[in-house]
């Protein structure tokens, strides 16, 4: 997309703004990362504005990370004084999470942007199913695994998070509560996490975008400038409304209409890598 009318950057500026809103409020409202968002939603912003397929998902990817640096250490440091981060766990687990990190950044370096969006559909496929189908509550074990077990799944929350673009939540809340861990605690150490996944996430999205052909305008590697500037104030400022709306809501109701909505989304990505 080398050339660009003035009609298409407004246009692109527009979506980028509502795709921050829209990651913000549901945020809010169900307190998961924007990540799971923002990235189909630019995947598909992109795909309609005709970007080059080959760099299509590697630029909502790495865009997601970006914006994760800012979000992500806004919500960590809130937790943290919260006391709802577990820096015991941390200190034990973020070396095999950031080992992932690099591994699954590098692999998806190397990968074609289907090989990444089939990744991404599958993954939110799963996430869908395990929100429409796990009962509140419903735990594995009363804690974590010991060594090596704890340390290959803090690789593997690493490795697929930075492939999908998300932070710490998608996976990390999910696995944590299924080890017993407080939901609060739980979703303030995935905060971290995520901090954990975007420094390394986005260094390496900008690496492997280094005078890549095809991306859209403003990018940095696969990070696309505009959309990092855009979609953080947008999001930080729907958020507390979706948070305002959860409390006037069913959230269980909020929870299935979401579940749904990633899992056909999931089902779409599918559908596109294959077809």
Excluded at 56 to 73: E, F, K
Excluded at 225 to 240: E, K, R, V
Excluded at 256 to 266: I, R, S, Y
């Amino acid at each position: 997309m080398e050339d660009i009318s003035v009609l298409s950057m407004v246009l692109l500026a527009g979506a980028l703004l509502a795709t921050g809103v829209v990651a913000g409020i549901v945020a809010g409202l169900l307190g998961v990362g924007g990540g799971i968002v923002i990235v189909p939603v630019l995947y598909y912003m992109f795909s309609g504005l005709g970007l080059d397929e080959n760099v299509l998902m590697h630029v909502a990817v790495g865009t997601s990370l970006a914006t994760i640096l800012a979000t992500g250490t806004s919500s960590a440091r809130a937790h943290w004084k919260r006391g709802s981060v577990d820096m015991d766990l941390l200190k034990t687990w973020w070396w095999a999470i950031a080992l992932g990190v690099l591994g699954g950044a590098t692999l998806a370096g190397n990968l074609s942007g289907g090989a990444l969006t089939l990744i991404f559909g599958v993954v939110a496929l799963a996430v869908s199913a395990n929100m429409l189908l796990r009962k509140d509550g419903a735990a594995l074990a009363e804690k974590l695994p010991g060594s090596p077990f704890k340390e290959l799944m803090g690789f593997v929350i690493g490795g697929i998070s930075v492939m999908m673009g998300i932070g710490g939540g998608t996976l990390g809340v999910p696995t944590l509560t299924l080890f017993s861990y407080p939901i609060r605690k739980a979703v303030g150490t995935a905060a971290a996490i995520g901090l954990i996944i975007a420094i390394p996430g986005t260094l390496s999205s900008i690496y492997f975008g280094m005078g890549a052909e095809g991306r859209p305008p403003f990018s940095l590697g696969y990070v696309n400038l505009i959309g990092f500037l855009l979609i953080i104030p947008a999001s930080t400022y729907s958020a507390p409304l979706g948070a305002k709306i959860a409390h006037t809501i069913d959230p269980s109701k909020l929870k299935l209409v979401f579940a749904l909505f990633l899992g056909f989304t999931g089902l779409r990505m599918i559908y596109g890598a294959i077809m």
